[in-house]
């Protein structure tokens, strides 16, 4: 499983004015996940680490301004895909609560504020419900998720 391709996801936080916590999602407009709410990531490129995609992928997406320091590693997340091996790939995981900027729309996804106590699981990958909440709040995961043959579903899950 060392030779599966690396991506990162990083999950930006923040208090709403009226201090309810919110995370920033957005919906997959081409590519692996198309249609589903997604965080902000991607793959890693050439010589970057997962850090430094984080960075890179939280700028391309969203315009906002992330430095490497300001992120917090919260895990390891392996998807398997037996149905269609290629999709197979290890997520790096990063929570992070200081940024700067106004999230904008670009060709990827269209950011939107989410209130953390109402994540829209229905309409992500469906591993989502399984991990997602828990490193909202802090605790760090490291799990492995094998789909079926629909490639949304997950089967199994360690």
């Excluded at 198309?34 to 430094?52: H, Q, T, W």
């Excluded at 490497?68 to 999709?87: E, I, Q, R």
Aim: include cysteine; aromatic fraction near 8%; glycine fraction near 10%.
């Amino acid at each position: 499983m060392t030779d599966l391709p690396e991506v990162c996801v990083c999950y930006l936080t923040r208090l709403s004015e009226s201090g309810t916590p919110q995370v920033l999602l957005g919906r997959k407009k081409k590519g692996l996940g198309l249609g589903n709410i997604v965080g902000l990531g991607g793959k890693l490129e050439p010589g970057e680490s997962a850090l430094e995609a984080a960075v890179r992928e939280v700028e391309e997406e969203s315009g906002l301004t992330v430095s490497a320091d300001a992120l917090t590693a919260m895990g390891v997340l392996t998807y398997l895909f037996p149905h269609k091996p290629a999709w197979s790939q290890r997520s790096n995981v990063f929570v992070t609560d200081r940024f700067s900027g106004t999230p904008r729309e670009s060709d990827e996804l269209n950011p939107v504020w989410f209130t953390i106590a109402d994540l829209p699981v229905d309409e992500m990958w469906d591993d989502a419900r399984h991990w997602l909440p828990g490193v909202l709040a802090g605790v760090p995961v490291e799990a492995t998720f094998t789909f079926g043959e629909d490639l949304a579903t997950v089967v199994t899950r360690g």
